[in-house]
């Protein structure tokens, strides 16, 4: 059975960094894109950034474009999101999600099934 878990997240303060993992297992495909998702308090869940195994560049929100930097391990499965330059904005729990339709990123929200229980990222002085 797929199972994604998240690890790296905590406490930090405005300008700090983190890095933010997740692991996948279950499954032996190459062929998945994995996206990272964050919902704050009262607000909406946001695509924050999004990789696959295809080859293309990742994808990132506006918001974090030039501060979040997200990577695959294809052999081990996991996948990374480093967060620098990090604002009180960006308090969420961070969620990472499995495509197993596209390898590209192509695929809308709803092509994600598979969810982690989520990370908590909190930026406060």
């Known amino acids: 059975q797929l199972r994604l878990v998240e690890s790296g997240g905590g406490s930090v303060q405005p300008g700090g960094s983190l890095r933010l993992s997740c692991q996948v297992s279950?499954?032996?495909?190459?062929?998945?894109?994995i996206g990272w998702f964050r919902q704050a308090p009262r607000k909406a869940r946001e695509g924050v950034s999004c990789i696959g195994t295809g080859g293309s560049s990742a994808i990132y929100a506006d918001s974090v474009k030039g501060r979040f930097t997200t990577s695959l391990d294809s052999a081990k499965k996991m996948v990374y999101l480093q967060m620098s330059g990090l604002k009180a904005d960006d308090t969420a729990v961070y969620y990472c999600?499995?495509?197993?339709?596209?390898?590209?990123?192509?695929?809308?929200?709803?092509?994600?099934?598979?969810w982690g229980q989520g990370t908590q990222v909190t930026v406060s002085s």
């Open positions: 999600a499995a495509d197993l339709v596209n390898d590209d990123c192509s695929g809308g929200a709803n092509e994600y099934h598979d």
């Open positions: 279950g499954f032996t495909s190459d062929y998945y894109s």
